[in-house]
């Protein structure tokens, strides 16, 4: 029966070019639905009217830092999200006498990080009905951060990829890029001139500098986040230079479609929720981020169908700028 049926469409001339999807080329192609939602469904009845433009706020956690989640959390709800938890420590129960929890996915998992739960139940079929993607970590301060005009400046700028700023005075800041400018809306780009390790000018058209951004509260448009998740590896769950190699996944120049938004800023922590001691968490994701690089060199090698858009990385000068990443995050 199975042959019959695609003897009949590949006997049709006018089929012989359409595209179906790997195992439906034996439905009608109007049954096929190719992607899915998080939204709930009532088990009987019409299901209530809701606004079709969400977006979708994701973010790991742990019950030690649930004041500061319900403070995130209803910052998004708010603003007419879907909101969906993933459970690093097993602890689901214990968030259910927040009024939000009953119109939240809970996800859980013992020990897993943000990216371990992106690669499996943020799948590009499943989030496309979602304009933007956020998936923060937990140890945020959002009292300055407002998700519709965050969003509404993201769509002004053009930025496919972006995050807030993260306020000086009071957070832990790892690299230049991500510290709060006061005196602009947005900058694209950080400046360094003290002759130590990579410089930064106008000139810079990479990472360290610019078309890049760091991964504790990244925002992705719904293209870039297709192409954010065929690159997350499914075995290197910290995603350890991930952040470096995010200007393949926009559309145009790094520089311009990825940026830091100033004017909407949070505050960063910097705990070590995840994982005991910290000390080890750290060497495995450095160490994981030595197998990406690696894997990554192979793939653009090996691939003679791919053109690198940005050949000085290959060449060495992206990598020697990646190399001085450890001294750079101590530059600010």
Request: with cysteine; glycine share 8%.
């Amino acid at each position: 029966m199975q042959n019959l049926l695609i003897w009949n469409l590949q006997g049709n001339s006018a089929c012989k070019h359409q595209h179906r999807l790997p195992g439906s080329e034996t439905l009608p192609k109007g049954i096929v639905a190719k992607t899915s939602n998080l939204e709930r469904r009532p088990l009987w009845g019409s299901p209530k009217k809701t606004n079709t433009s969400k977006s979708l706020f994701a973010v790991a956690v742990g019950i030690k830092q649930k004041k500061n989640v319900d403070k995130m959390v209803q910052k998004f709800i708010g603003s007419d999200f879907v909101v969906m938890l993933f459970h690093y420590d097993g602890i689901v129960d214990e968030w259910k006498d927040f009024n939000w929890s009953s119109s939240t996915i809970h996800v859980s998992a013992d020990n897993q990080t943000k990216w371990w739960f992106a690669k499996r139940f943020l799948h590009p079929d499943i989030v496309a009905e979602y304009n933007y993607i956020f998936l923060w970590d937990e140890d945020l301060g959002v009292e300055n951060f407002h998700p519709a005009r965050y969003l509404s400046i993201v769509k002004d700028e053009g930025f496919e990829i972006s995050q807030p700023a993260l306020d000086l005075g009071k957070s832990e800041v790892h690299h230049l890029i991500t510290a709060r400018s006061g005196r602009s809306k947005v900058h694209r780009r950080a400046y360094k001139h003290d002759g130590k390790g990579v410089q930064c000018d106008d000139n810079s058209s990479g990472p360290p500098c610019t078309g890049w951004i760091e991964v504790m509260a990244p925002v992705f448009s719904n293209a870039a986040w297709r192409c954010v998740w065929y690159m997350i590896q499914n075995d290197l769950i910290h995603a350890w230079g991930l952040d470096m190699r995010l200007g393949y996944c926009v559309k145009g120049e790094r520089t311009r479609k990825i940026g830091v938004v100033d004017s909407e800023y949070v505050v960063h922590y910097g705990l070590p929720t995840l994982g005991e001691p910290d000390k080890q968490v750290r060497r495995q994701s450095y160490n994981e981020y030595k197998v990406f690089r690696r894997r990554w060199k192979k793939a653009a090698e090996s691939d003679e169908c791919w053109g690198d858009p940005y050949p000085q990385q290959r060449q060495g000068q992206g990598q020697g700028q990646e190399q001085e990443q450890a001294s750079f995050w101590t530059q600010i």
